[in-house]
């Protein structure tokens, strides 16, 4: 029986063991900072074999960087002992819903997902702060206003290290209330007089993006909405990460259409949202679905047996010297392409086309000829998207801001959230109707649940979002009574209010939709003391009798803090049921069955062992007295030798 480890998993370990597997040759060992040995790169041998000519240190070369670059890299790869707790009164459907919407720091979040949904995350968006001067920016814990560094309690070693979680850093601070709630004012805002305005955001953002591209499928793709502030920045960040060859678009939003006259200069009436993938090569658009309006361009004057057709220009320009040739109309008139242009088809491919009632000259047979594209023939994908998106199209903030209102009785807690049907472009461009993920980890009022809502509730689709959210306090941008303290706690309502709309205005209340969602919330581990060391275990000490949960902590809080570990979703399903007596969860059937209940005896695990459950966990404290321990494997040998034992 193996020991859980409880933390996120080792990136930079995971990388150093993929270079030995390509160049061993350029792995050592050396002595960290605990005199203990352990492998390294030499990165002069690892330059060596990749590359024929090695750079000097002062030699320029093309490169984008700002001040703690390196730290916010390295920070990405540092595991986190953080774990998620469940809500359920804050849940809706708590039990049966496949929706996750998750609170708290969203870099932390970030790393215990990567632990489970590696790979397996179809799309992602998000709507960072803008770094206006006027929004939150997430305060990590390498770039806090120089007047924090002076605090005495901060551990800064542990910070580097990666041991200190932005909440418990936050809260000695300032920055944090003991709830985790942000409670950052108009004054401590990133303003342009700061010296680190971009640093601070190019620092936040970064260690973010790296993580998420991780999630990211192979065919999975992100939209980031941003505006010029750092629009520049963005594209050279995600240049980096996502590799210059899987950018896909930069997307222009119309987003206002009144100008603002009190600009000196221009009214600015766009946003841009930057597409990329995580393999172009792999990734699949599906387009925009076809409007009745785009149908209805289509006709059939020649009563073609194929159906309703439109024609297209047949010249093309730059000329193409091999393809300017006569063509002869059926009434017998010549023509050429016009000048500087040449016919689109070469001469045998014209004639095949002529032969099979390809070519249009018009109802009287003297036209100009054109090529008859029939809407029986267009892709099953949709239309292909162009980069200007109109907001007759995806609506604009201020629509935006007026539904929301009326969602809440016409009160308006949020200033310009993101559109519905500008999320649904996005999701309905790289998300079919299958069971995939998705996620939003700047989620806001949590217009990307809605989205999804309404798109599975249109193509019948399943799925499944995560929404990721900071516990920032609630602004009263219009002065109306606030209800929430918090923006998740306005989200989560939104979500509820939405999905209920949603299931009446579709027809769908007995339909199978799923508008609920499981609230978890970001916290400290669930253990006293969670770095074990393989050394610290043997044959005697192996079922200590010492408990290590803390004392607030529910067996539910335990199993969340497991399934990361064994490679199970978060939505998974789970049924509470008693066996001899003691709560036993139950995940997605017997795939996993965990207890955490105390003075667990034979009688219990041989039942469990009885019902071949591929994995089980139970607390090393859970024991009844040394004989079920001494018992235990015996008893698993016997019934179920396949199963998977640990435990926490």
Not at 188 to 201: A, C, L, M
Not at 382 to 387: A, F, L, N, V
């Amino acid at each position: 029986m193996d020991k859980l480890h409880m933390r996120s998993r080792d990136v930079v370990g995971s990388n150093v063991e993929k270079i030995a597997a390509l160049f061993p040759q350029c792995v050592t060992e050396r002595l960290n900072k605990d005199g203990k040995p352990e492998l390294a790169i030499d990165f002069d041998k690892l330059r060596a074999e990749l590359s024929n000519e090695v750079l000097d240190d002062g030699e320029e070369r093309y490169q984008f960087t700002w001040p703690d670059k390196r730290v916010a890299s390295h920070l990405a790869n540092t595991p986190t002992t953080q774990t998620l707790r469940p809500n359920v009164n804050a849940s809706k459907d708590f039990w049966n819903t496949e929706n996750l919407y998750i609170e708290g720091d969203n870099l932390d979040v970030l790393k215990v997902l990567r632990e489970n949904y590696l790979g397996r995350v179809k799309m992602i968006y998000i709507d960072p702060p803008y770094n206006t001067g006027n929004d939150f920016i997430y305060h990590d814990e390498y770039s806090m206003p120089d007047d924090k560094y002076k605090n005495k309690d901060i551990d800064w070693d542990g910070v580097y290290e990666g041991k200190a979680h932005s909440i418990g850093v936050g809260v000695k601070s300032g920055l944090f209330d003991e709830n985790g709630n942000q409670l950052l004012d108009h004054m401590q805002r990133n303003i342009e007089s700061n010296g680190r305005f971009h640093t601070d955001w190019l620092n936040m953002i970064y260690p973010r993006l790296k993580v998420a591209r991780d999630l990211l499928s192979d065919d999975g793709v992100i939209f980031i909405s941003m505006d010029d502030n750092e629009a520049n920045n963005l594209k050279s960040i995600c240049d980096e990460i996502f590799g210059v060859r899987n950018f896909l678009a930069q997307v222009v939003w119309e987003r206002s259409f009144s100008p603002i006259n009190l600009m000196k200069h221009f009214s600015p009436s766009h946003d841009y949202i930057l597409v990329y993938a995580k393999n172009q090569e792999i990734a699949k658009c599906f387009g925009i679905p076809r409007s009745e309006e785009a149908d209805n361009r289509y006709s059939n004057p020649d009563n073609d047996p194929r159906g309703p057709w439109m024609s297209s220009d047949i010249s093309v320009g730059p000329a193409i010297e091999a393809n300017i040739y006569p063509i002869t109309t059926p009434s017998g008139r010549i023509v050429e392409p016009p000048a500087a242009r040449s016919w689109r088809l070469s001469r045998n491919a014209f004639r095949e086309r002529l032969q099979d009632n390809r070519i249009w000259f018009g109802p009287d047979g003297d036209g100009v000829p054109r090529i008859k594209r029939f809407r029986s023939e267009l892709r099953k994908t949709g239309i292909t998207p162009i980069t200007i998106w109109k907001y007759t199209e995806v609506d604009h903030s201020q629509a935006a801001t007026q539904k929301l209102a009326k969602l809440f009785d016409g009160k308006k807690y949020f200033d310009y959230p993101k559109p519905v049907a500008l999320l649904k472009r996005c999701l309905s461009l790289y998300t079919a109707q299958d069971n995939c993920i998705v996620l939003d980890f700047f989620s806001g009022s949590g217009t990307f649940a809605q989205a999804v809502m309404e798109l599975n509730a249109e193509d019948g689709g399943k799925r499944k979002y995560i929404l990721v959210q900071a516990p920032e306090k609630m602004e009263n941008p219009a002065n109306v009574t606030l209800t929430f303290e918090t923006i998740p706690q306005f989200a989560e309502e939104r979500i509820r209010r939405a999905g209920k709309r949603i299931k009446e205005e579709a027809g769908l209340q007995g339909l199978d939709l799923d508008i609920g969602f499981r609230v978890l919330k970001l916290d400290s581990s669930n253990m006293e003391d969670v770095f074990y060391s393989p050394e610290d275990f043997n044959e005697q000490n192996l079922f200590n009798t010492v408990d290590n949960v803390k004392p607030d902590r529910t067996p539910l809080d335990l199993l969340f803090q497991v399934l990361p570990e064994l490679n199970i979703e978060l939505s998974a399903k789970i049924e509470e049921k008693e066996v001899n007596g003691k709560k036993v969860f139950f995940v997605d059937g017997n795939y996993l069955i965990a207890t955490f209940d105390t003075d667990v005896n034979e009688s219990t695990v041989t039942e469990i062992a009885k019902m071949k459950p591929l994995y089980f966990v139970m607390r090393d404290a859970s024991a009844a007295n040394d004989n079920v321990l001494d018992n235990f494997e015996q008893i698993f040998r016997h019934y179920s030798p396949d199963t998977i034992r640990k435990i926490i």
